[in-house]
């Protein structure tokens, strides 16, 4: 048996009412022979044949309101009339007169209203809602990596230089067989502006005198690597952070070429404009910290470097002179070196010729 | 038994001719030596211009060049016919027409000398550019006439396109617009024989190109694109009518292209120099100073005068042409729309950047 | 009034009409038959053989002869029967529209919407269901709109009109008449180049336009019964993009899903997410997904169906990106 079904007469209406039979049981049809007229709610409407046979029997009578693809009537034989979603019949041709509710479109059908929204939309961003940026900033920062293992909630990532900071200093303090030796230089030149080139010119003399600290250790292949030449590293406070760069070659330069590739590092640090290759190959590292405050430290030595020297806060003493007393201004060193490869005797060698070269006059 | 060609016979309409003789239907207003000088100098000029744009084609300081050698008489011809408020639509072969229309010639070599801000024309401000896509500036012709009869303007729209563009979808499309909308728009064809290598005997099977009006039905017409006269008076007529609200006509304007399709073309490729050497004969300018002798009207000391005046005319717009600003980098972004979306502006600054101007 | 998408441009082009004489629309069946999906249904009526012009059939040629009239300081409203019709027309449309500011340095301009109906869904005969959207949102100097309800119809049509530059506005043939909103006629555009929300949620964003819009709405309704919150992101305005409202809801929401009917390679959801990549890489919880018709020729009516992202497809992809778990 086959039974055709009531087609979608298109515009989303949903039933009809059987107005008038064409054929009846028994009768045979041919295809496109006209069936049956509907009515819908906006006009009446021919169903044809979908294909040639003998009709056993009506399933809906005049005056019937059936809903869309509901049973019309049984062919014999097993026929497969091809009905269904997305399976339309052709539409009534033109010629059989029928009157085909106005679809509003040559081709298709299109699917009438079945939802009403009554949905507003938000226009662009909306996060400037209070609310909304809270969570999304909560949301932003619950999502981090290390999520697990937080100590404290809130704060901020930090950035990449004081990332690296942490990272650096604390594999140097796990490395490094710490011992800090002080003294102090009891310095006569006028220009307190020159201090930052008269301790690398210093540190100059001592690595001369002493080559031990002007040195790379490397504790895994348990070599070391004793420079002649003298790259020192500055270490420079920022506004962007704590960069050191490398002025090279201080053993071949004058004073005064110091003082200006010192100026000009700076310069560098405080423009964001050092590159990475100004902050490789030092060779011993300098750090100024009394520039701004304190007297003595524990500067820590960076691998491969064996040493760091800390210069502190210059200050006004007495000290007796003869008889009497006599001003002096004294300078603060806090030299650090790597007990792994440098001796107690070499690091003391290298402090009396820094020492002695900062208290020359000029 | 039942088909058979269509035999359209349609005659060159032709006024002056090469031996520089005016045929007996010269109507009265174009045998007046005025014009005579008038289409003379101006076709001078244009020639004179366009050497010199070759020559700077030749040593890289312009690129590209289309010239228009031995095809000045049409473009003359309808600059000299059309009106102000007309508008004209050309392709890329009509300097002598846009020199009457009011383009600068500076405008004109920094057009082809790499910059779009000489389409930016001072003058005719609603004239469209020149038009690279073959035939596409038809339908924008249509456009125009199309806005002038909604607005019931009594203007009228020109547009030119070569032998080769007949070919091309938009000619159809246009003309028939224009035949069934009754448009105020004239069609010239410069039919200078070749598009690029192709001659007209491998682009249509046509014996004439104004035939085509039939499938628009409008009315089409040839006339000799060497003969500068019967241009000018085809042209007006036509102007006339579409003013009038007679609607549109189509053209050909039969000539011969004396020169490479560009400056990056070589004609002695695929052309018979014999064709040349025959064509030469019959180039507008010859049969324009036969008239002008033929009438006493022609002196060495007026051709002098001219030769001197034009010569000046071209240094000057040379050197103002090369005083003219350099393209700058934002111009890239700042006529995309009238607005710049945010995302065009952070492109616009990076680029700036990138480049090593300051963001201004 | 609640009305649908057609009516709803119906409206937006009689109010654009009526303010500004030179508004013109033009196209096939356009006029005295107010269009074949009647769309422009009385307009032939109340304004007049000047304003609405039925035109031969030539898609370049009506798309080139707005380039002319726009020139001349009219604004055309071209409607293009079907998307799959404007291919004839892509050379005027990119080779002049899109260029005539540009390339007469601001003194000519071209103040043109073309109309189109695009997508499938209505079982139409071949050629009729296209979405190769993206072969515009690629030029330079065209605007490209999608319309995703009534309401979005109306605005952005009224604002496509009244840009002057040329604007595409791609109207979803599928939801045509299948919604109905309450859209008021006070001649409010909305702005172009911004996405618009249509559900705030927290879990997942969802980014789609056109009829898609409508199902991930489909689609967050079923999520929200799991306890998924999703956001839905109308684009609506392809070109320019708003990447700020995007990049706003996947810092929210740290999950992105991007649905379009258009096939797969070189769409354009292709662009949101090579811009989500670049911008928001540390944000997502799970790598993107797109959610697009698979790389085949839309299928006649039979095959259809089974062409366009489903509803179910959006919410696998969803439960793809809340279920993924970072390996590092």
């Given at each position: 048996m086959s039974i055709f079904h009531l087609p979608d007469?298109?515009?989303?209406?949903?039933e009809a009412r059987?107005?008038?039979?064409h054929v009846a049981a028994g009768d045979e049809v041919q295809s496109e022979q006209l069936l049956v007229s509907v009515e819908t709610a906006k006009a009446v409407v021919d169903i044809p044949s979908p294909q040639s046979g003998r009709i056993v029997?009506?399933?809906?009578?005049?005056?019937d309101i059936i809903a869309t693809h509901a049973p019309l009537l049984e062919f014999a034989?097993?026929?497969?009339?091809?009905?269904?979603p997305g399976k339309?019949?052709?539409?009534?041709?033109e010629n059989h007169g029928s009157r085909r509710p106005?679809?509003?479109?040559?081709v298709g059908s299109l699917r009438q209203a079945d939802t009403v929204q009554h949905a507003g939309f938000i226009i662009?961003?909306?996060?400037?809602?209070e609310a909304r940026l809270q969570q999304t900033t909560q949301r932003r920062s619950a999502r981090s990596r290390t999520d697990d293992n937080a100590?404290?909630?809130?704060g901020e990532a930090l950035d990449m230089t004081r990332r690296a900071m942490a990272e650096n200093l604390a594999r140097a303090h796990r490395d490094v067989v710490l011992v800090t030796l002080n003294s102090e230089a009891a310095i006569v030149f006028?220009?307190?502006?020159t201090l930052t080139a008269r301790l690398v010119r210093a540190l100059v003399a001592a690595a001369r005198a002493?080559?031990?600290?002007n040195a790379w250790y490397d504790s895994g292949q348990q070599k070391r690597l004793l420079h002649t030449t003298v790259h020192v590293g500055i270490a420079v406070d920022s506004p962007h952070g704590l960069f050191v760069p490398v002025l090279k070659n201080?053993?071949?330069?004058?004073l005064g070429a110091i003082a200006r590739q010192v100026a000009e590092l700076k310069h560098t640090v405080h423009e964001h404009r050092l590159g990475a290759d100004q902050q490789k190959g030092a060779t011993l590292t300098l750090s100024n910290f009394g520039a701004l405050a304190g007297r003595f430290a524990t500067p820590l030595v960076t691998p491969p470097q064996v040493a760091i020297l800390g210069a502190g806060h210059a200050w006004d003493s007495l000290r007796p002179d003869g008889d009497g007393v006599a001003r002096v201004r004294l300078l603060p060193l806090s030299l650090s070196f790597d007990h792994r490869a440098v001796t107690g005797g070499e690091a003391a060698r290298f402090l009396d010729a820094l020492v002695t070269d900062l208290q020359q006059p000029d | 038994m039942f088909i058979h060609d269509i035999v359209i016979d349609l005659p060159v309409l032709c006024l002056l001719d090469p031996e520089g003789q005016l045929a007996e239907q010269t109507p009265g207003t174009l045998r007046d030596p005025a014009i005579w000088w008038r289409a003379y100098s101006h076709i001078l000029l244009a020639r004179r211009l366009d050497q010199r744009a070759f020559h700077l084609q030749r040593s890289g300081q312009i690129g590209t060049y289309a010239s228009c050698f031995g095809q000045e008489a049409i473009s003359t011809a309808i600059g000299l016919a059309m009106q102000a408020d007309d508008v004209f639509v050309p392709y890329y072969r009509d300097q002598a027409a846009q020199l009457l229309r009011g383009v600068t010639m500076a405008e004109i070599l920094h057009f082809w000398g790499g910059?779009?801000?000489?389409?930016?024309?001072?003058?005719?401000?609603?004239d469209l550019p020149n038009c690279?896509?073959?035939?596409?500036q038809l339908s924008h012709a249509a456009g125009v006439a199309t806005a002038f009869r909604l607005r019931q303007q009594h203007r009228a729209v020109l547009a030119t396109c070569g032998d080769?563009?007949?070919?091309?979808?938009d000619f159809y499309e246009a003309l028939n617009l224009a035949g069934v909308w009754h448009l105020p728009m004239v069609v010239v064809i410069?039919?200078?024989?070749?598009a690029i290598s192709v001659p007209l005997s491998s682009q249509t099977?046509?014996?004439?190109?104004?035939?085509?009006a039939a499938a628009a039905g409008i009315p089409g017409l040839r006339v000799d694109g060497n003969d500068v006269l019967a241009v000018h008076a085809v042209v007006t007529e036509a102007l006339v009518r579409a003013r009038a609200g007679k609607g549109p006509t189509l053209i050909e304007a039969v000539t011969y292209r004396?020169?490479?399709?560009?400056?990056?073309?070589?004609m002695s490729r695929y052309a018979r120099p014999e064709q040349r050497e025959q064509a030469e004969t019959l180039e507008p300018l010859k049969r324009l100073r036969l008239l002008l002798e033929n009438e006493g009207q022609w002196t060495q000391a007026r051709e002098d005068e001219l030769e001197k005046e034009h010569r000046a005319v071209i240094e000057a717009a040379t050197v103002e042409w090369r005083a003219m600003p350099a393209a700058h980098p934002a111009d890239m972004f700042d006529f995309l729309h009238a607005e710049m979306s945010e995302d065009l502006l952070e492109q616009r600054t990076a680029f700036l950047q990138k480049n090593g101007e300051p963001p201004c | 009034m609640l009305i649908s998408v057609v009516e709803a441009v119906d409206l937006a082009l009689a109010r654009a009409m009526a303010e500004d004489d030179n508004v013109i629309v033009l196209g096939e069946d356009v006029g005295v038959s107010g269009g074949v999906f009647r769309a422009t249904l009385g307009l032939h009526e109340r304004f007049g053989p000047r304003r609405i012009l039925d035109t031969p059939l030539a898609e370049n040629m009506i798309i080139g002869i707005s380039v002319g009239m726009a020139t001349q300081g009219l604004r055309p409203v071209a409607?293009?029967?079907?998307?799959?019709?404007?291919y004839s027309a892509l050379e005027q449309l990119i080779s002049h529209a899109s260029r005539m500011r540009n390339r007469t340095r601001g003194r000519l301009s071209c103040p043109l919407t073309v109309r189109v109906p695009f997508g499938?869904?209505?079982?139409?005969?071949?050629?009729?269901?296209?979405?190769?959207?993206a072969l515009l949102t690629h030029i330079p100097g065209l605007k490209v709109l999608a319309v995703s309800s009534p309401q979005t119809a109306y605005g952005l049509l009224l604002a496509a009109i009244r840009d002057p530059d040329p604007v595409i506005v791609l109207e979803p043939e599928r939801i045509y008449r299948s919604l109905k909103q309450e859209v008021e006629d006070n001649g409010i555009a909305l702005p172009i180049g911004r996405c618009f929300t249509w559900r705030t949620g927290d879990d997942v964003t969802l980014i789609s336009w056109g009829a898609a819009v409508q199902d991930c709405l489909t689609a967050a309704e079923k999520l929200a019964e799991e306890n998924i919150s999703a956001e839905v992101i109308?684009?609506?305005?392809?070109?320019?993009?708003?990447?700020a409202t995007i990049l706003d809801s996947v810092a929210h929401t740290g999950r992105c899903v991007i649905v379009h009917?258009?096939?797969?390679?070189?769409?354009f959801g292709g662009e949101i997410a090579a811009r989500v990549a670049e911008a928001a890489h540390a944000d997502l919880k799970a790598p993107l997904k797109r959610v697009t018709a698979p790389?085949?020729?839309?299928?006649?009516?039979?095959?259809?169906?089974?062409y366009p992202p489903s509803v179910s497809d959006i919410i696998a992809a969803a439960h793809s990106v809340m279920a993924y778990e970072n390996p590092a």
């Amino acid at each position: 048996m086959s039974i055709f079904h009531l087609p979608d007469p298109g515009e989303g209406l949903a039933e009809a009412r059987i107005v008038e039979w064409h054929v009846a049981a028994g009768d045979e049809v041919q295809s496109e022979q006209l069936l049956v007229s509907v009515e819908t709610a906006k006009a009446v409407v021919d169903i044809p044949s979908p294909q040639s046979g003998r009709i056993v029997v009506l399933l809906a009578a005049v005056g019937d309101i059936i809903a869309t693809h509901a049973p019309l009537l049984e062919f014999a034989g097993d026929a497969d009339i091809r009905q269904g979603p997305g399976k339309k019949p052709v539409a009534a041709a033109e010629n059989h007169g029928s009157r085909r509710p106005d679809n509003g479109s040559v081709v298709g059908s299109l699917r009438q209203a079945d939802t009403v929204q009554h949905a507003g939309f938000i226009i662009g961003r909306h996060r400037h809602t209070e609310a909304r940026l809270q969570q999304t900033t909560q949301r932003r920062s619950a999502r981090s990596r290390t999520d697990d293992n937080a100590l404290f909630t809130g704060g901020e990532a930090l950035d990449m230089t004081r990332r690296a900071m942490a990272e650096n200093l604390a594999r140097a303090h796990r490395d490094v067989v710490l011992v800090t030796l002080n003294s102090e230089a009891a310095i006569v030149f006028e220009d307190r502006r020159t201090l930052t080139a008269r301790l690398v010119r210093a540190l100059v003399a001592a690595a001369r005198a002493e080559p031990a600290l002007n040195a790379w250790y490397d504790s895994g292949q348990q070599k070391r690597l004793l420079h002649t030449t003298v790259h020192v590293g500055i270490a420079v406070d920022s506004p962007h952070g704590l960069f050191v760069p490398v002025l090279k070659n201080a053993e071949a330069l004058a004073l005064g070429a110091i003082a200006r590739q010192v100026a000009e590092l700076k310069h560098t640090v405080h423009e964001h404009r050092l590159g990475a290759d100004q902050q490789k190959g030092a060779t011993l590292t300098l750090s100024n910290f009394g520039a701004l405050a304190g007297r003595f430290a524990t500067p820590l030595v960076t691998p491969p470097q064996v040493a760091i020297l800390g210069a502190g806060h210059a200050w006004d003493s007495l000290r007796p002179d003869g008889d009497g007393v006599a001003r002096v201004r004294l300078l603060p060193l806090s030299l650090s070196f790597d007990h792994r490869a440098v001796t107690g005797g070499e690091a003391a060698r290298f402090l009396d010729a820094l020492v002695t070269d900062l208290q020359q006059p000029d | 038994m039942f088909i058979h060609d269509i035999v359209i016979d349609l005659p060159v309409l032709c006024l002056l001719d090469p031996e520089g003789q005016l045929a007996e239907q010269t109507p009265g207003t174009l045998r007046d030596p005025a014009i005579w000088w008038r289409a003379y100098s101006h076709i001078l000029l244009a020639r004179r211009l366009d050497q010199r744009a070759f020559h700077l084609q030749r040593s890289g300081q312009i690129g590209t060049y289309a010239s228009c050698f031995g095809q000045e008489a049409i473009s003359t011809a309808i600059g000299l016919a059309m009106q102000a408020d007309d508008v004209f639509v050309p392709y890329y072969r009509d300097q002598a027409a846009q020199l009457l229309r009011g383009v600068t010639m500076a405008e004109i070599l920094h057009f082809w000398g790499g910059d779009e801000g000489g389409s930016n024309f001072s003058g005719p401000r609603q004239d469209l550019p020149n038009c690279v896509p073959i035939a596409t500036q038809l339908s924008h012709a249509a456009g125009v006439a199309t806005a002038f009869r909604l607005r019931q303007q009594h203007r009228a729209v020109l547009a030119t396109c070569g032998d080769g563009a007949t070919s091309r979808g938009d000619f159809y499309e246009a003309l028939n617009l224009a035949g069934v909308w009754h448009l105020p728009m004239v069609v010239v064809i410069n039919n200078n024989q070749w598009a690029i290598s192709v001659p007209l005997s491998s682009q249509t099977a046509c014996k004439t190109l104004a035939q085509k009006a039939a499938a628009a039905g409008i009315p089409g017409l040839r006339v000799d694109g060497n003969d500068v006269l019967a241009v000018h008076a085809v042209v007006t007529e036509a102007l006339v009518r579409a003013r009038a609200g007679k609607g549109p006509t189509l053209i050909e304007a039969v000539t011969y292209r004396l020169c490479d399709h560009t400056t990056a073309d070589d004609m002695s490729r695929y052309a018979r120099p014999e064709q040349r050497e025959q064509a030469e004969t019959l180039e507008p300018l010859k049969r324009l100073r036969l008239l002008l002798e033929n009438e006493g009207q022609w002196t060495q000391a007026r051709e002098d005068e001219l030769e001197k005046e034009h010569r000046a005319v071209i240094e000057a717009a040379t050197v103002e042409w090369r005083a003219m600003p350099a393209a700058h980098p934002a111009d890239m972004f700042d006529f995309l729309h009238a607005e710049m979306s945010e995302d065009l502006l952070e492109q616009r600054t990076a680029f700036l950047q990138k480049n090593g101007e300051p963001p201004c | 009034m609640l009305i649908s998408v057609v009516e709803a441009v119906d409206l937006a082009l009689a109010r654009a009409m009526a303010e500004d004489d030179n508004v013109i629309v033009l196209g096939e069946d356009v006029g005295v038959s107010g269009g074949v999906f009647r769309a422009t249904l009385g307009l032939h009526e109340r304004f007049g053989p000047r304003r609405i012009l039925d035109t031969p059939l030539a898609e370049n040629m009506i798309i080139g002869i707005s380039v002319g009239m726009a020139t001349q300081g009219l604004r055309p409203v071209a409607e293009i029967q079907f998307f799959g019709f404007i291919y004839s027309a892509l050379e005027q449309l990119i080779s002049h529209a899109s260029r005539m500011r540009n390339r007469t340095r601001g003194r000519l301009s071209c103040p043109l919407t073309v109309r189109v109906p695009f997508g499938g869904g209505i079982h139409a005969p071949e050629h009729h269901s296209e979405s190769t959207e993206a072969l515009l949102t690629h030029i330079p100097g065209l605007k490209v709109l999608a319309v995703s309800s009534p309401q979005t119809a109306y605005g952005l049509l009224l604002a496509a009109i009244r840009d002057p530059d040329p604007v595409i506005v791609l109207e979803p043939e599928r939801i045509y008449r299948s919604l109905k909103q309450e859209v008021e006629d006070n001649g409010i555009a909305l702005p172009i180049g911004r996405c618009f929300t249509w559900r705030t949620g927290d879990d997942v964003t969802l980014i789609s336009w056109g009829a898609a819009v409508q199902d991930c709405l489909t689609a967050a309704e079923k999520l929200a019964e799991e306890n998924i919150s999703a956001e839905v992101i109308d684009v609506a305005s392809l070109r320019p993009l708003d990447m700020a409202t995007i990049l706003d809801s996947v810092a929210h929401t740290g999950r992105c899903v991007i649905v379009h009917e258009a096939c797969r390679t070189g769409g354009f959801g292709g662009e949101i997410a090579a811009r989500v990549a670049e911008a928001a890489h540390a944000d997502l919880k799970a790598p993107l997904k797109r959610v697009t018709a698979p790389d085949v020729i839309v299928p006649y009516f039979q095959l259809e169906p089974l062409y366009p992202p489903s509803v179910s497809d959006i919410i696998a992809a969803a439960h793809s990106v809340m279920a993924y778990e970072n390996p590092a």
